[in-house]
């Protein structure tokens, strides 16, 4: 089992940053990859950025160049770094531990972004 404590959601205003936090605990041995996914209303949740135990990232085309994932092994600890934040960024973001044959999912952190 795997546990998933995330933090650093709030309001902010648009051009403005947030980070978020996601701390993991339990069987951290046997993730294999985290990362951030984010749901608005009315829509289908979606991945945001991933990032593998090896270091390798993955990132939704509408972050790109303005989101930065980043994995600190010895604090168990999954960062998302949100620079330049538009509206549409609003939403519950929510970080996600995949195993072998799991997959865990923190309570949401929500992230609005006022124009």
């Known amino acids: 089992q795997v546990q998933l404590v995330e933090s650093g959601g709030g309001l902010v205003q648009a051009g403005g940053s947030l980070r978020l936090s996601c701390a993991a605990t339990?069987?951290?041995?046997?993730?294999?990859?985290m990362g951030w996914y984010r749901q608005a209303p009315g829509k289908q949740r979606e991945l945001v950025a991933a990032i593998t135990r090896g270091g390798t990232t993955n990132y939704a085309d509408s972050v790109k160049g303005r989101f930065t994932i980043a994995r600190d092994n010895g604090k168990n600890t999954v960062y998302l770094q949100m620079n330049r934040l538009k509206p549409e960024d609003t939403a519950v973001y929510y970080c996600?531990?995949?195993?072998?044959?799991?997959?865990?999912w923190g309570q949401g952190t929500q992230v609005t972004v006022s124009s």
């Open positions: 339990g069987s951290i041995f046997s993730i294999n990859a």
């Open positions: 996600n531990a995949k195993t072998i044959d799991s997959n865990y």
